[in-house]
């Protein structure tokens, strides 16, 4: 059974080698033993905090079978990004310089450097072992996060975001870094992502330009990367615009990947989740694909199990369900059907 659940210390050395295999551009993790444990560390002590309104803290998963105790995948919420440290991104906007006297109207666009996304939630760090995308281990790890903020809505702020990975080669070269660095940084891309995956974002604030950039004048390479993802993060996107996530023109100041947002009342595995007592029994013959968790905090699970109904509301899940999720005969649990959100993936 495979089961999403908090973050934990004994996750240390799983967590070190999700990070070697994402490879560059995938921020939230960089390779670094230290960073990594404090990022552990701080999701630890964030599930145990008290909260009536978000601040800094961070909730990390992990996706665990439970028969090998293997950990195959992350994934993360951020409670309230740029409380602590300043969040930047890129606006894309529309400028006109026109001309009666000349009768000329040119629109230009260009990219303004903005804080906008300050004190919203971000669900990052999906990362699932290629070994093991298929079925619909993606859809778990991805909407696992939304029954967790449907609990705990007081736990995040109100509007939700996704920051895309963006652009990069097989060498973790970005083409619209390329240009950016060149011009002035003075450094590699992955050198320019590690520092961020550290926590260290001073260099951006001195060193950024702070007036807008026009795109005409990035290199046709840069210009063309602009909103567009990493082919491998292009199933993730999928999975997010299904649950109601829309990009409405922020993108990342290294790689210039999309920046998606939705507000958390609007998410589809939000607004359509219920919450309902649980019958330890085995399903009926009709039972369909439901995303489960409990209703636990400190000791959260999720999984995709088969569930079905009795005539008093109570959902029917299995033995091996019930104690893969720690749920007891009349516990409460939350779910949301998979049924038709799977099939419309697999068209796409």
């Known amino acids: 059974m495979l089961v999403v659940?908090?973050?934990?210390?004994?996750?240390?050395?799983?967590?070190?080698?999700?990070?070697?295999?994402?490879?560059?551009?995938?921020?939230?993790?960089?390779?670094?033993?230290?960073v990594l444990n404090a990022k552990i560390a701080h999701s630890v002590a964030s599930f145990a905090k008290?909260?009536?309104q978000?601040?800094?803290?961070?909730?990390?998963?992990?996706?665990?079978?439970?028969?090998?105790?293997?950990?195959?995948?992350?994934?993360?919420v951020e409670a309230s990004v740029g409380t602590r440290t300043p969040f930047y991104h890129y606006h894309r906007q529309?400028?006109?310089?026109?001309?009666?006297?000349?009768?000329?109207?040119?629109?230009?666009?260009?990219?303004?450097?903005?804080?906008?996304?300050?004190?919203?939630?971000?669900?990052?760090?999906?990362?699932?072992?290629?070994?093991?995308?298929?079925g619909t281990n993606g859809r778990l790890l991805s909407k696992s996060r939304f029954l967790f903020m449907?609990?705990?809505?007081?736990?995040?702020?109100?509007?939700?975001?996704?920051?895309m990975r963006g652009v990069n080669d097989t060498s973790g070269n970005s083409p619209f870094w390329h240009w950016l660095g060149t011009h002035f940084f003075s450094m590699e891309f992955k050198q320019a992502d590690y520092l961020v995956g550290l926590g260290n974002k001073v260099f951006i604030a001195e060193l950024m330009p702070k007036y807008p950039?026009?795109?005409?004048?990035?290199?046709?390479?840069?210009?063309?990367?602009?909103?567009?993802?990493?082919?491998?993060?292009?199933?993730?996107?999928?999975?997010?615009?299904?649950?109601?996530?829309?990009?409405?023109?922020?993108?990342?100041?290294?790689?210039?990947?999309?920046?998606?947002?939705?507000?958390?009342?609007?998410?589809?595995?939000?607004?359509n989740s219920e919450v309902l007592p649980t019958k330890i029994a085995q399903p009926k013959h009709d039972a369909e694909l439901f995303l489960v968790s409990n209703t636990k905090l400190t000791n959260f699970r999720s999984s995709i199990v088969p569930v079905s109904f009795d005539d008093q509301g109570?959902?029917?899940?299995?033995?091996?369900?019930?104690?893969?999720?720690?749920?007891?005969?009349?516990?409460?649990?939350?779910l949301v059907a998979v049924k038709a959100y799977y099939k419309t993936l697999q068209r796409l």
């Open 314 to 334: 109570n959902a029917i899940i299995s033995q091996e369900t019930a104690r893969g999720l720690e749920l007891h005969h009349q516990d409460l649990c939350r």
């Open 50 to 52: 008290p909260v009536s």
């Open 213 to 271: 950039l026009y795109v005409n004048l990035l290199s046709p390479e840069a210009q063309a990367v602009i909103s567009h993802v990493h082919e491998k993060t292009r199933p993730a996107l999928r999975l997010l615009e299904k649950e109601g996530f829309q990009d409405m023109g922020y993108v990342d100041i290294f790689d210039a990947g999309p920046t998606v947002e939705a507000q958390l009342r609007d998410i589809s595995s939000v607004k």
């Open 150 to 163: 449907a609990q705990f809505a007081e736990r995040f702020g109100t509007k939700v975001i996704a920051e």
């Open 94 to 134: 529309t400028v006109v310089h026109a001309s009666p006297t000349l009768d000329v109207h040119n629109k230009m666009e260009v990219l303004t450097l903005c804080n906008h996304y300050t004190g919203c939630a971000e669900v990052c760090t999906l990362f699932l072992q290629e070994a093991h995308r298929c």
């Open 5 to 34: 659940r908090p973050i934990g210390p004994q996750d240390q050395d799983a967590l070190y080698q999700i990070a070697v295999d994402s490879g560059v551009g995938f921020t939230s993790l960089p390779i670094n033993r230290d």
């Open 54 to 76: 978000p601040y800094d803290e961070g909730y990390l998963f992990v996706l665990e079978d439970t028969l090998t105790g293997e950990v195959i995948g992350t994934t993360a």
